[in-house]
């Protein structure tokens, strides 16, 4: 078979039957919409909710499909049997640089897509080969922050930190604002002085706990504490303690080049 063989029959493959074993509808629904729109393509990974057995009717598809070099790479969303699917979509000489990128950008979507994802199809051994990358990235981390970078995570979750606190709780909308942009850099500064991968949207959390339970809890908390009570202090105060384990708050004499 070569690397342009249609998608249709594929289905009795071992990889296949694994995948319909774990989701059998949506992974049916997930090859139909592979052999509808992507017959060419040279392997498929389902992601996301469907492949962790937690899909509700409203989930959408998370598909990586690895297409040849003929084909362009590029992001897809649209409606399939009435599911919407979300699609990444590599060639096999685009992948490596996607890969690095992601480590760049320490979320990790489309290594985490790889790694956790079921395999689809597989006919010619090239989605085993991607995983097996994958998973040697998100074992090495994510790309450090440099010591520039740094300085300017410290310095700007200095500054929301104290803005949240100088706000009233009167001004609701602005506390609120600010409380989610403290979060989003304490997260982004713990994760990285762990050498933890960082999220954002639900990931967030999920990434921030994963990483220090302790602290990441005690930053959540403390969001919503602000949410549900109007008091800026325990988020504060957690922001404080992430800024404490590399030199505390950076205020007077950064420079930013």
């Known amino acids: 078979m070569n690397d342009h063989a249609p998608l249709t029959g594929r289905s009795s493959s071992p990889v296949t039957a694994t995948a319909a074993a774990a989701s059998p509808e949506l992974s049916a629904q997930a090859l139909r919409l592979l052999a509808d729109r992507y017959p060419h393509a ?3 990974v389902l992601g996301g909710s469907a492949a962790r057995g937690r899909a509700r009717p409203t989930s959408d598809l998370d598909l990586a499909v690895l297409l040849p070099d003929t084909d ?6 649209l409606r ?8 990444f979509l590599h060639t096999l000489g685009d992948l490596p640089g996607r890969f690095e990128r992601d480590r760049s950008l320490r979320r990790g979507t489309i290594l985490f897509l790889y790694d956790q994802g079921i395999p689809l199809l597989d006919p010619h051994g090239h989605v085993t080969h991607a995983r097996a990358r994958a ?9 450090p922050l440099t010591r520039a970078e740094r300085e300017r995570s ?10 949240l606190l100088d706000t009233p709780p009167t001004e ?3 506390q609120l604002a600010i409380a989610d942009v403290t979060l989003r850099e304490a997260a ?10 960082t999220g ?9 706990l994963t990483a220090d339970p302790e602290r990441g809890a005690a930053l959540l908390a403390g969001h919503r504490t602000v949410a549900e009570h109007a008091d800026p202090a325990p988020l504060a105060a957690a922001a404080e303690d992430v800024l404490q384990l590399d030199g505390g708050p950076l205020r007077e004499g950064y420079v930013q080049r």
Do not use: K, N, Q
């Open 42 to 44: 040279l392997g498929a």
């Open 72 to 77: 362009t790479s590029r992001r897809e969303v």
């Open 80 to 87: 399939h049997e009435g599911r919407p699917a979300e699609l």
């Open 135 to 143: 998973r040697e990235l998100l074992a090495a981390g994510p790309v």
């Open 154 to 163: 410290r310095y700007v979750l200095t500054c929301f930190m104290d803005d």
């Open 172 to 174: 609701r909308y602005e």
């Open 188 to 197: 982004h500064l713990l994760t990285a002085l762990h050498g933890a991968w």
């Open 200 to 208: 954002i949207g639900r990931w967030l959390p999920r990434r921030l």
